[in-house]
């Protein structure tokens, strides 16, 4: 029992090992720390759980009767990821963006937000991987029977059962810990996926050194290894061309289909540039868990290392028979953990859908969609997601109760694989083809899920009640073209391959068909626009100020409401006028054209709240204005012809309230601004008066209060110059007679020009710049962009409280513009002022600093004047303000 | 006549870039050519120990190529960005 | 026994010249500079003269006026008002919110000086 105690102690310290990191990965999270917990290098490991006890142990089992095969396994996914860039990365961007929780969640809301799609994909979704959940439990147990055996001095086999009841228990406990802590649908699970990157690295780790001790410590090292592979059963390649290419294909295919690895790959992903690492680091993975196996199973077949009956536990086997031990713990524990991480991530990707997609529409029906406060609702998925896990784990128990244990490893693998292929098509259509829709969708899945049950899910359970012998030998009504694993002409296949063929040809066939011959409901159509432009589509908006990101999205939208060839129109003159050439940057001007142009069709209302969302940011994401403006679309066609009269006159005399109403807003701005000025004009004038009366008579003053007051007249005398002078260049510019003096000039002569007026004084405040972005030239009013630049820079002198205040000039071209950033380590501007520091006069905080305060109100009105803009952006940790110019600026050549 | 040599580094900078993704366009297909290689060997029977060589070769092959072409791609999200005005 | 004046301001130049000039007059001239506790200072110090700018950080002069007024302990002390704008209307609000006595900016050293002392002898 030596053996065995010192496992189960192991065991135990491993898996209290996995539950630590586990919670402290989700308490870091939660407290917002731990960048690292986003690292690119945990991102791919988490890939691994493609890696389950199947590679752990079945691999062996595999390459000792087929040979090299079960490298197709892994090539699928190697070509999958080393495509990133063209394969899965617009699966996760649109993953993420739509925020998408499930494979199930993806295919329902490409096709319309269709709820039967989601039932039938979880559906299965739950029935493919029941049989896999089996498959891990029974290795888990299989292995500690090894070590049971190999102990001599036991007193027998543990009870396989109770085994893996508690191994059952124990995944039950940490997936619910771990895995529907939070209340949002979409948390990250930290914890879970810490601990699921620590098992991978103890996989690789295991399995490499269990490697080495077969090659090196047994069979001599490299050469009389080769030579023993040489010698044994599997030493030439006799694989089929179609199964080593249909292998590999099925296998890529799972890869991105399976519900644990779309779970890891888009659901979990924080960052798509993640993909990046693991487009060379994920293969690496494979490529060394891969590299022992053949070795392994060879060494193992040679009855000199006593390998024992079974290949699929050769890896335990042989460093038991060989006195390691040690080595056979770490074997164990690395088996242990490839099981229990695909368990894990399996039970919450099936939980998720389930919740999701089962039981929430139905208990919403249940309560008659009553009114439901939102604390509710979460209390509910939560605690179905819970309970989904629980029977989900019992299911896969149940089945590896039933099935005895006896079917092979790899067979069960690849049966789950062609199942979840069934996915594939509608997937790739649906991210790709803007033709796919919901009855194609649901006709393809029909025909393949019901193929891939006929010809290989039913016949796997044996000769059974559920398909009995006779289909199998004489087909399906005794038809000899409708056996199940000879469908028509094709004798002799092989199962799996031939199950694949058929099932995706027709789930392909009858998708395109039906996607071709029916019609999209208008859901479906944005969807698919949502989905199959993902690339070139703006985030969901709300951390944006500015920028021609908000003119694609208002462009988009104005499509909608005025038709596509009249807001092309539109956005291309406004575009032109301002010197650039698709789309406009969204200027006031601009903005107040096409709010007038759009609240003829839906109101000034919805115009200007449409318009106001986008330029803003505010909540409403543009899915909902567009839906809105979908449905307005509909409905203006409709009642158009009927209400054309009407409309107009409503028209007008919506415009003149709108005018009357801004009117009147411009007219007690005007007040406000006159009482400020006024303000600011008699402050500084009464010190410079009473310091003047004061100094009329100075005999009675010390020589140093003499200098102190005669320096602050003259300080006040300036700052009042200064006021004044920006006044008057405030309204000259407003009034649109400023004159525009074009020449030639260098980027970087500007910002020197700027750099050496505002720090001459040598303070110590640092500027950091990059001269090979500078080397710019363009043709614009120089003087007035220099003014721009001084008063950015003088504000980042005077306002930056860091305590080495810095300040970082960037230089960048983003499409047709010229962007400029001005970024400074402070500490930012709140959030309740950044709407404020445009405003005249407006000064953040107490700090007078000599400014007058009309700064930036006139900086905004140059580079208006000049075709671009000012803008604050929001998103960063100092303070960052971006000014862009059109690049018709630049000198060509 | 500076000016030019600038402008000139940039697009370079530019098209090296498209060509970049070119190249990750192709690195499945290429992978899915060479791992196929061994398909076409079947004159005699193939001994395994050749065929796993030469697999493997390939794979450290394609994890070398893949990570200098990803480090040279742009970050998917800034590109995303910078495709934003495709119409 | 030396009267106190309490100025309430927040621009710092004109502080140190009022400052100058009424303590040069024989005036104990105490400041505060914001508004949100101004007239927590005016109930610690009990002055003879408050002296309370319009445009205040945190809180309006008026605001504070209002608050003075309606107290026990100070509700009588003579205020003597500064502000920016100095139409008649401006005026007859600041009367009637209890202001005593009602200066423009800017105001020459000798209308502060003369204001004060009125506003001791009443």
């Not at chain 1, 990365?89 to 998408?100: A, F, H, S």
């Not at chain 1, 071709?516 to 859901?523: D, E, K, L, W």
């Not at chain 2, 794979?59 to 800034?78: F, Q, T």
């Amino acid at each position: 029992m030596a053996t065995l105690n010192a496992l189960a102690v192991f065991c135990l310290l491993y898996v209290a090992l996995l539950f630590c990191v586990a919670f402290i990965a989700d308490r870091t999270a939660r407290r917002g720390q731990g960048k690292w917990l986003s690292s690119p290098i945990i991102y791919t490991l988490s890939l691994s759980i493609y890696c389950t006890a199947w590679t752990f142990y079945g691999a062996v089992g595999f390459a000792a009767s087929s040979g090299l095969e079960f490298l197709t396994i892994y090539l699928g996914p190697t070509l999958i990821i080393i495509g990133w860039w063209w394969t899965l990365r617009k699966l996760v961007i649109v993953g993420r963006t739509n925020r998408i929780t499930s494979i199930a969640d993806l295919i329902s809301s490409r096709y319309g937000k269709s709820n039967l799609l989601a039932v039938f994909v979880t559906l299965m979704a739950v029935v493919g991987t029941t049989p896999y959940i089996a498959l891990q439990l029974q290795s888990v147990t299989f292995s500690i029977a090894a070590f049971a055996e190999a102990d001599a001095s036991g007193d027998g086999l543990p009870n396989q059962q109770i085994i893996a009841f508690w191994v059952t228990a124990g995944l039950v406990v940490f997936t619910i810990l771990f895995g529907t802590r939070n209340l949002e649908a979409n948390a990250r699970h930290y914890g879970v996926v810490m601990a699921i990157a620590l098992e991978a690295v103890v996989k690789l780790i295991a399995l490499l050194a269990v490697g080495i001790f077969a090659v090196w410590g047994l069979a001599g090292g490299i050469d009389s290894t080769l030579a023993k592979i040489n010698e044994s059963a599997i030493s030439d390649w006799e694989v089929s061309g179609g199964r080593w290419i249909g292998l590999t294909l099925l296998s890529a295919m799972a890869f991105i289909c399976l519900p644990r690895m779309f779970q890891v790959m888009v659901v979990e992903n924080e960052n798509e540039g993640h993909l990046r690492t693991a487009s060379w680091a994920f293969p690496l993975y494979l490529m060394l868990i891969s590299l022992f196996v053949v070795p392994i199973a060879v060494i193992g077949l040679d009855p000199i290392y006593g390998g024992g009956r079974d290949p699929d536990l050769f890896v335990l086997t042989l460093p038991l028979e060989n006195g390691r031990e040690g080595l056979a713990i770490l074997a164990f524990l690395g088996g242990f953990s490839s099981a229990t991480s695909m368990v894990i991530v399996a039970a919450i990707a099936l939980s998720t859908m389930v919740s999701n997609h089962i039981v929430m529409p139905v208990w919403l029906w249940a309560t008659g969609g009553s009114a439901i406060m939102a604390g509710d609702v979460r209390r509910v998925i939560l605690v179905a997601r819970r309970i989904s896990i629980l029977v989900i784990l019992f299911l896969g128990y149940l089945y590896f109760r039933m099935s005895g244990g006896g079917a092979a490893l790899a067979a069960i693998g690849l049966i789950s694989f062609v199942g979840v292929a069934q996915f594939m098509p509608s997937l790739v259509g649906g991210l790709f083809w803007r033709g796919g829709n919901r009855t194609g969708a649901i006709a393809g899945l029909a025909a393949g899920f019901a193929l891939w049950a006929y010809c290989l899910f039913l016949p796997s359970f044996g000769a059974s009640s559920i398909m009995p012998q006779s289909v199998i030998e004489r087909g399906l009504f005794d038809i000899l073209w409708l056996r199940p694993q000879a469908l028509f002409i094709t004798e002799g296949m092989e199962p799996v391959m031939h199950a694949f063929m058929w099932s995706l040809s027709f789930n392909i066939l009858f998708y395109v068909i039906f996607s071709i011959a029916g019609f999209p409901t208008p859901v479906e159509r944005l969807q698919s626009g949502q989905f199959v432009n993902a690339l070139w589509q703006s985030q969901v908006p709300g951390n944006w100020t500015g920028g021609l990101a908000q003119s694609e999205d208002l462009l988009l939208m104005s499509q909608r409401v005025l038709g596509s060839e009249d807001a092309r129109a539109i956005f291309q003159n406004a575009a032109k006028e301002q010197g650039g050439e698709y789309l406009p940057a969204p200027t006031p001007d601009f903005l107040l054209k096409l709010e007038r142009v759009l609240s003829g069709s839906v109101g000034a209302a919805t115009a200007n709240a449409m318009i106001s969302q986008i330029v803003v940011g505010a909540g409403v994401s543009v899915r909902d204005l567009m839906a809105v403006a979908d449905e307005t679309a509909q409905i203006m066609e409709y009642s158009s012809r009927l209400v054309i009269k009407t409309e107009e006159q409503e028209r007008t005399a919506r415009q003149l309230r709108e005018v009357n109403d801004k009117l009147t807003r411009l007219s007690v701005q005007k007040d406000a601004f006159l009482s400020q000025i006024s303000h600011e004009l008699r402050t500084p004038m009464t010190s410079i008066r009473a310091f003047s009366e004061i100094l009329k008579n100075p005999c009675d003053i010390s020589p140093d209060k003499r200098e102190k007051f005669a320096s602050i007249i003259y300080e006040e005398a300036t700052r009042l110059t200064r006021l004044l002078d920006e006044l008057l260049d405030l309204s000259v510019l407003e009034n649109a007679h400023a004159v525009v003096n074009l020449s030639e000039g260098r980027l970087s002569e500007l910002l020197d020009r700027a750099v050496n007026t505002v720090a001459s004084e040598g303070d110590g405040f640092k500027i950091t710049r990059n001269p090979e972005n500078e080397k710019i030239d363009l043709d614009t009013d120089l003087d007035r962009l220099v003014q721009v630049f001084i008063n950015l820079i003088s504000n980042a002198r005077k306002y930056c409280d860091a305590k080495t205040p810095e300040l970082e000039i960037k230089v960048a071209r983003m499409n047709g513009m010229l962007e400029v950033d001005f970024s400074d380590n402070g500490s930012g501007i709140p959030l309740e002022s950044q709407d404020l520091i445009f405003e005249k006069f407006s000064r953040i905080g107490e700090a007078r600093a000599g400014g007058a305060g009309l700064g930036l109100a006139i900086s905004r009105e140059i580079m208006t004047r000049l075709g671009g803009s000012l803008v604050y952006l929001p998103w960063s940790e100092g303070t960052v303000f971006r000014v862009s110019l059109p690049l018709e600026a630049e000198i060509a050549g | 006549m500076s000016d030019k040599e600038d402008n000139s580094i940039s697009d370079r900078r530019a098209y090296r870039r498209r060509r970049m993704a070119d190249a990750s366009r192709l690195m499945p297909l290429f992978g899915a050519a060479l791992f196929g290689m061994p398909l076409l060997w079947g004159g005699e029977t193939v001994p395994t120990t050749k065929v796993m060589v030469y697999v493997f070769a390939v794979w450290i092959a394609l994890v070398v190529l893949s990570g200098l072409i990803s480090r040279s791609l742009p970050d998917p999200s800034e590109e995303r960005q910078r495709n934003q005005f495709r119409l | 026994m030396t009267k106190t004046v309490l100025l309430i301001e927040d621009e710092q130049n004109i502080v140190e010249a009022v400052r100058f000039i009424l303590s040069r007059d024989g005036w104990d001239v105490r400041t505060h500079a914001n508004g949100l506790d101004a007239f927590d200072a005016v109930r610690r110090r009990n002055p003879d003269v408050v002296i309370l700018d319009v445009m205040l950080p945190g809180r309006s002069g008026f605001d504070i006026l209002q608050d003075i007024r309606e107290d026990e302990t100070v509700g009588n002390v003579p205020v003597l008002m500064l502000s920016a704008r100095g139409r008649k209307e401006d005026i007859e609000t600041a009367k009637r919110s209890g202001a005593n006595l009602y200066l423009t900016k800017p105001f020459s050293n000798e209308e502060v000086l003369n204001a004060v002392r009125d506003l001791v002898t009443e």
